[in-house]
């Protein structure tokens, strides 16, 4: 069993296969940016901050940046399905391992539900009369059996709906840029006429903006996950670090950038109908509603299928370092089946409470894992500083990835997320959101170091 020593690592991923192949990884890095948040909860960042939401974007994208580059170092040095939790186990201890690890577990398995039941109302709304809860049970068995035979199955569903997201967001560039430059038939350029409100809600509404911007974002850390399934995970991780930059700039400032600049910010449509659907609408696209639905129904279960595998390799991971029940560390065919059957169940427990207690336990638990993403972050910013140290000392040859101007720019990702603790404070949804999660990493925090005081040491 592994020491309380912070220098201890942790165990390798020995049963998992290899079955990620690079063109999986790299569509996975491409896709696992777009999410369904993007396409529709950017709606409310822009009724609130305005022409403005391009700022913020700008501001969380670039501590985004700073976070998959730290990320990316680590698992380039020390690949591993546990990613984060795995190096705050080695860089901090093994409570550090814990908390950052089951932490990320309920919140991915919480999303695998709330994304069945996004998908669930897009469908019932082309077939009305059916039951949301059928359609999330179906696609929960579609996706545990997907990942329950294989991980290359993952690695296919995920390559193509990636590949109809990419497709999607920059044919919508395309046209959104056309429009603008005045070429697109049929249109006329707006210039800047609805730019010249830049800040319409004032800092309230860009410190809004910046909230929703930040946590659209989330799911970036997948693709650490998956590449220790990879054949090449060194190469897989660098490659997808170092395009992160140009991947967020094109795919989430560009497109806000190209809607805020299409259509004017205080729009019905843009909060009614979603960003994207009311800037193509504003150029005369027929049909532009449905297949903006259809582009997020795949987002949707494109995003439940990465949950559901991200849930089950973290699970596993934390297993394998003894930090939970030992069945869901056994390995069949490379694929953790029973850590994937009880994300799956979690996930669908989310949903029965959905229906169950929308009023009380429901709310409750979205609190909870309101600000999940942001203590993953600073785990992994603080497990950064200590291990690049080491790695300079005892390994510098597995320093494949460097995190930019170390350690200064760590300090100031460090400095931004605290920044952001304190935006959430000032906001009273956002508040309750804070504290709920930071009662839940309290008690897993504590439950881990009574682990770690518990175990024998080496």
């Not at 190469?235 to 497109?255: D, E, H, P, Q």
């Not at 950038?257 to 150029?283: I, R």
């Amino acid at each position: 069993m592994p020491s309380t020593s912070v220098e201890t690592p942790p165990k390798p991923d020995v049963s998992l296969s290899h079955g990620l192949k690079q063109r999986h990884l790299s569509m996975i890095a491409l896709g696992g940016v777009i999410g369904a948040g993007l396409f529709v909860g950017s709606g409310a960042g822009i009724a609130a901050a305005g022409p403005s939401i391009v700022l913020a974007y700008i501001l969380s994208g670039l501590l985004v940046m700073l976070v998959m580059r730290m990320l990316g170092e680590m698992s380039a040095a020390y690949p591993s399905s546990g990613s984060f939790s795995a190096h705050a186990e080695r860089a901090i201890g093994p409570w550090a391992g814990f908390t950052a690890g089951w932490s990320f577990w309920v919140l991915l398995c919480t999303a695998v539900g709330l994304e069945g039941i996004g998908a669930a109302k897009i469908v019932t709304g082309w077939l009305p009369g059916t039951p949301e809860w059928a359609w999330v049970a179906l696609f929960m068995v579609v996706f545990c059996g997907a990942n329950l035979a294989a991980v290359k199955n993952f690695g296919e569903f995920e390559f193509w709906f990636a590949a109809l997201k990419v497709g999607a967001i920059s044919l919508f560039l395309v046209l959104g840029v056309l429009a603008i430059a005045g070429v697109l038939p049929g249109t006329d350029s707006p210039g800047a006429s609805n730019l010249t409100d830049f800040l319409p809600g004032g800092g309230e509404g860009l410190v809004i903006g910046l909230l929703a911007s930040v946590f659209a974002y989330g799911g970036l850390e997948t693709v650490t996950i998956a590449a220790a399934e990879s054949e090449d995970p060194v190469k897989g991780v660098a490659s997808a670090v170092r395009t992160a930059m140009w991947r967020i700039a094109l795919f989430y400032i560009g497109s806000m950038a190209v809607v805020v600049t299409l259509v004017p910010w205080d729009s019905a449509a843009v909060v009614e109908k979603g960003p994207y659907v009311a800037a193509l609408e504003h150029l005369g696209i027929p049909g532009a509603g449905q297949v903006m639905n259809v582009v997020v129904l795949v987002a949707l279960l494109s995003a439940m299928n990465a949950n559901i595998y991200g849930s089950s390799r973290i699970a596993y991971s934390l297993v394998q370092r003894g930090q939970g029940p030992k069945a869901l560390g056994k390995v069949s065919g490379g694929v953790p089946r029973l850590a994937v059957l009880a994300s799956c169940v979690f996930g669908f427990v989310c949903v029965v409470l959905s229906y169950w207690r929308p009023d009380d336990v429901f709310p409750w638990l979205l609190n909870m894992i309101g600000a999940v993403i942001l203590v993953v972050w600073i785990f992994i910013a603080v497990s950064q500083l200590r291990l690049r140290r080491r790695l300079e000392r005892e390994a510098p040859q597995k320093l494949v990835v460097r995190m930019w101007a170390f350690p200064v720019l760590t300090w100031i990702a460090l400095a931004g997320m605290a920044s952001i603790f304190v935006l959430m404070v000032r906001e009273p949804d956002t508040r309750v959101q804070l504290y709920s999660t930071g009662g839940m990493t309290l008690v897993l925090a504590l439950i881990g170091y009574a682990w770690q005081k518990a175990r024998p040491r080496n």
